[in-house]
C-alpha cells in the first residue's frame, strides 16, 4: 500500500536533503540535547594531535596561555578533574607520548587549559634554532658593527709619555733670493725611545716639507691620518728674501712659527707616527739634515704628485664603491658636511679679524683728531677732557688690535688646520676605496681565468689546462690577500677617524674657552677705560 503513494510534488530549486543535514552547533554541556542513555553511555571518539611546545610560541620569555582556565593534565593516569571523567570515562591508561590538545575542548570552551612542558625523556620533533631565528639575529649584528666601532671610540688608551715642541726664533740667513728661514726646535719627552729628554735642533722650511712628505709616503696608504705640514706661500716667502730687515716680514714669520708648532705637535700627538725613524731623526739629528728634493712644486717628486691627485679626482668621478658599511657612509657624509662649515666659519673669522684691524685703525685716527682738536680748543676743562678722550681711543685702539690678533692665532688658525685635516681624512677614506677597488679588480681577472680554463677544457687542450691552473692560483691568493687588506683598513681607518674625532672635539674645547676668556678679559679692559674717562667728561663745566 506504501507503494502505492505517489511523492509530493516539489519545486525545481527545493533541496530534498535539506532536512537530513545535521546541524553543526556548539554546546557548552559535554552532551547533546536529546542524547539517548545509550549514547550517553558511549565513549566520545575524539581527534587529538601532538603538539610541540617550543614551535607553538616564538618566544620563550612569553607565556600564551597566561589567564587560562583550570589545569588539564591531558596525559595523567590519574586526572580527577570532571572535566576529564566527562570526556573519558572509560580510556584505559596512556603511555608516555608528547602533551596533546584536546580539540573538542577548544571548541567547548573558551579558555585554552595549561599544557604541562615536555620532559627531557619525552620524544618531540627538533628544531633547527638557526631557521627560525635569522632574522632576527640579521639587525644584531648590525648592532655589533656599530658597537664595536664606538667601543674603539671608548678604547682609545691615554698616552703614558709625554712630548712637548716648542717652535722659535724664527731667523733669515742669506740675501737676496737665495735667502732661507731656519727656526729653533726645542723638545721636552718622557719618551724612552728619544736619546735625550731635551732635543735642540735647527731646521729650515723645507725640512718641515720633506718630513711631511715621508711620513705620508710611508704611513697614509695603510690608512693613517698624516697631519699635513703648513703650506708654502710664494708672495710671503719673495717679501722675506727681498726685505733687508726682518721687521718688515715679522707678521709672516710668526704665524709660519706657529703653524709649524701646531704641525709638529699634531705629528708627535700620533703613537705611531712620533715613533718613525725619519720623524725621530728630524728632532734628534745635530747639524744640517739632507736637504729634500722632493718639496719644490717643480720638481720632479712635484709633477708626479700632481699628476697623483688628477688621477685620484678622475677616479673618484668615473669609480663608485658600493659601500655595505653603514658606519663608513655616514662618516664620509660626515667629513663633507664638517668640510663645508668648517670652510663658512673661517670665511666668517676672516671677515672679524680683517674687520676688528680696520676697526682698530680707524680708532686710531678717531684718537689722533681728538687729540688734535683739544689742543685747539681753548675751553680749559673741555680741552682736558678731549685729550683724556684721545687718550682712552689709544687704548681701545690697541685692544682692537690684539683682539684681532687673538681671532686670527686662537680661532682662524685653528679652523685652517682642521679643514686641512679634513683633506688628509678624506684620503684615508679615499685609500680604502682604492684598497676596495683592487680587491674587485682581482676578484673580475680571477672569473676571466677561471672562464679561460673552461674553454680550454672544452677544446681539450691539456697542455694549456696546467698553466691555467697556476694562473688561478696565483689570482686566488691575490684576492685572498686583497680581502685582507680591505678589512685591515677598514680597520685602521675607523680607528684613525675615532682619534681623530676625539682630538677635534679636545682641541676645539680648548680653543673656544681661551678664546672667550680672552674676548671677556678685553671687554673687561675696556670698560675699566672708559669708566676711568667718566668723571673728566662729567667735570666739564
Not at 521 to 534: A, G, N, P, R, S
Request: glycine share 4%; proline share 5%; with cysteine.
Amino acid at each position: 500500500m506504501s507503494d502505492d503513494r505517489e511523492p509530493p510534488p516539489m519545486d525545481d530549486d527545493e533541496d530534498i536533503f535539506a532536512e537530513t543535514e545535521p546541524k553543526l552547533e556548539t554546546l557548552p554541556d559535554s552532551h547533546p540535547v536529546g542524547e539517548t542513555e545509550a549514547e550517553k553511555s558511549k565513549p566520545e571518539e575524539k581527534t587529538r594531535i601532538p603538539v610541540d611546545i617550543s614551535i607553538d610560541s616564538d618566544k620563550d620569555d612569553e607565556d600564551l596561555f597566561a589567564g587560562g582556565g583550570t589545569e588539564v593534565k591531558l596525559d595523567s593516569d590519574n586526572d580527577d578533574s570532571p572535566e576529564a571523567e566527562a570526556d573519558t570515562p572509560s580510556e584505559p591508561a596512556k603511555q608516555e607520548t608528547p602533551a596533546v590538545v584536546d580539540l573538542h575542548d577548544e571548541e567547548d570552551t573558551e579558555e585554552v587549559p595549561k599544557i604541562r612542558p615536555i620532559s627531557a625523556a619525552e620524544e618531540r620533533p627538533k628544531l633547527d634554532i638557526s631557521e627560525t631565528t635569522t632574522s632576527a639575529t640579521a639587525p644584531v649584528r648590525v648592532s655589533r658593527t656599530v658597537s664595536k666601532g664606538s667601543k674603539d671610540e671608548d678604547k682609545i688608551e691615554e698616552d703614558p709619555y709625554t712630548i712637548d715642541i716648542k717652535v722659535v726664533e724664527p731667523h733669515k740667513v742669506g740675501d737676496g733670493m737665495g735667502a732661507y728661514v731656519v727656526y729653533k726646535v726645542i723638545t721636552n719627552t718622557t719618551i724612552p725611545a728619544f736619546r735625550k729628554s731635551e732635543l735642540i735642533v735647527v731646521r729650515r722650511f723645507s725640512d718641515f716639507l720633506g718630513l711631511y712628505e715621508k711620513l705620508r709616503e710611508k704611513h697614509a696608504h695603510y690608512g693613517r691620518i698624516v697631519p699635513p705640514a703648513p703650506e708654502k706661500s710664494l708672495v710671503g716667502m719673495t717679501k722675506v728674501k727681498m726685505s733687508k730687515e726682518e721687521a718688515g716680514s715679522a707678521d709672516f714669520l710668526e704665524r709660519r712659527r706657529a703653524a709649524l708648532e701646531r704641525y709638529l705637535n699634531r705629528t708627535a700627538s700620533h703613537s705611531l707616527l712620533r715613533m718613525d725613524p725619519d720623524f725621530r731623526d728630524f728632532l734628534e739629528r745635530d747639524g744640517e739634515l739632507p736637504k729634500a728634493t722632493n718639496t719644490s712644486a717643480l720638481s720632479g717628486a712635484g709633477v708626479k704628485r700632481l699628476l697623483n691627485k688628477i688621477g685620484d679626482s678622475v677616479e673618484k668621478i668615473t669609480f663608485k664603491m658600493d659601500e655595505s658599511d653603514e658606519w663608513f657612509e655616514e662618516k664620509q657624509q660626515q667629513v663633507d658636511n664638517l668640510e663645508t662649515q668648517l670652510k663658512k666659519l673661517h670665511m666668517a673669522m676672516e671677515n672679524l679679524v680683517g674687520h676688528r684691524r680696520e676697526l682698530s685703525l680707524s680708532t686710531a685716527v678717531f684718537a689722533k683728531s681728538a687729540a688734535m682738536l683739544g689742543a685747539a680748543e681753548e675751553h680749559t676743562a673741555l680741552s682736558r677732557a678731549l685729550s683724556q678722550l684721545a687718550e682712552t681711543e689709544e687704548k681701545i685702539e690697541a685692544l682692537h688690535k690684539e683682539q684681532s690678533e687673538q681671532d686670527f692665532y686662537i680661532m682662524t688658525e685653528l679652523l685652517k688646520d682642521y679643514i686641512c685635516l679634513l683633506v688628509s681624512v678624506k684620503e684615508v677614506l679615499h685609500e680604502r676605496v682604492k684598497t676596495y677597488k683592487t680587491w674587485k679588480d682581482a676578484e673580475a681577472t680571477l672569473t676571466k681565468k677561471r672562464e679561460v680554463k673552461a674553454k680550454l677544457e672544452l677544446a681539450h687542450k691539456t697542455d694549456k689546462i696546467s698553466a691555467a691552473n697556476q694562473e688561478i692560483t696565483d689570482w686566488v691568493q691575490r684576492v685572498e690577500k686583497g680581502q685582507r687588506d680591505f678589512e685591515t683598513i677598514s680597520a685602521t681607518v675607523r680607528k684613525e677617524i675615532a682619534r681623530f674625532d676625539k682630538a677635534r672635539v679636545q682641541d676645539f674645547k680648548t680653543s673656544v674657552v681661551q678664546y672667550l676668556q680672552v674676548l671677556m678679559e678685553k671687554q673687561q679692559q675696556m670698560i675699566k677705560h672708559w669708566e676711568q674717562f667718566l668723571p673728566e667728561a662729567k667735570a666739564i663745566a
